[in-house]
T-cell receptor, first 111, second 114 residues
Framework: QKEVEQDPGPLSVPEGAIVSLNCTYS??????FMWYRQYSRKGPELLMY????GNKEDGRFTAQVDKSSKYISLFIRDSQPSDSATYLC???????????FGQGTRLTINP | EAQVTQNPRYLITVTGKKLTVTCSQN?????MSWYRQDPGLGLRQIYY???????DKGDVPEGYKVSRKEKRNFPLILESPSPNQTSLYFC?????????????FGPGTRLTVT
């Protein structure tokens, strides 16, 4: 079993839809949870990060962490074609430089 | 412009021929890492470095070497490349001041070993 599981998709939705992306994990010691966005032929870039459980909102993006269920989510409201990319979840132990990534979900927003 | 650069961007080589992929950052970051990205497996960490002369293994270090002699540079060395090292490689850096969690990635190096 992988330490972090993420559905690779692909996921295709119409413009304006609410998108939900999810990851599950097995290591209860993870403390920091991140979402990276990767456009085609580019390196990943950090979208959001949260510490421990709870919600964090940034514009159209909301990250949720449920440590009791070992489940994290990223919601995108009013999705735009420019949101089309691969979204990777990542996690780490407190103070660690070792990030563990999910395999990424490829998302397409159709105009 | 703050950035992480990698060279070369594309490389085709043969089994057993030693190669080095360079990585450089201009943000004065303490932390640097190397990852490989493969279809269905996502990003996997090869090695990371907390500072000059301090390196440690990630999840898939076999067949790779690194060194950190200067803060800005973190080269990845494949002493005897094999076809299973064909992959897309990313270098990343981050600042200890920000907890190290926001990693800035380079543009990637696509390596093919025949």
């Amino acid at each position: 079993q992988k330490e972090v599981e993420q559905d690779p998709g692909p996921l295709s939705v119409p413009e304006g839809a609410i998108v939900s992306l999810n990851c599950t994990y097995s290591n209860s010691a993870f403390q920091y949870f991140m979402w990276y966005r990767q456009y085609s032929r580019k390196g990943p870039e950090l979208l959001m990060y949260t510490y421990s459980s709870g919600n964090k909102e940034d514009g159209r993006f909301t990250a949720q962490v449920d440590k009791s269920s070992k489940y994290i989510s990223l919601f995108i409201r009013d999705s735009q074609p420019s949101d089309s990319a691969t979204y990777l979840c990542a996690m780490s132990l407190q103070g660690a430089q070792k990030l563990v990534f999910g395999q990424g979900t490829r998302l397409t927003i159709n105009p | 412009e703050a950035q992480v650069t990698q060279n070369p961007r594309y490389l085709i080589t043969v089994t057993g021929k030693k190669l080095t992929v360079t990585c450089s950052q201009n943000m004065n970051h303490e932390y640097m890492s190397w990852y490989r990205q493969d279809p269905g497996l996502g990003l996997r960490q090869i090695y990371y470095s907390m500072n000059v002369e301090v390196t440690d293994k990630g999840d898939v270090p076999e067949g790779y070497k690194v060194s950190r002699k200067e803060k800005r540079n973190f080269p990845l060395i494949l002493e005897s490349p094999s076809p299973n090292q064909t992959s897309l490689y990313f270098c990343a850096s981050s600042s200890s001041l920000a907890g190290g969690y926001e990693q800035y990635f380079g543009p990637g190096t696509r390596l093919t070993v025949t």
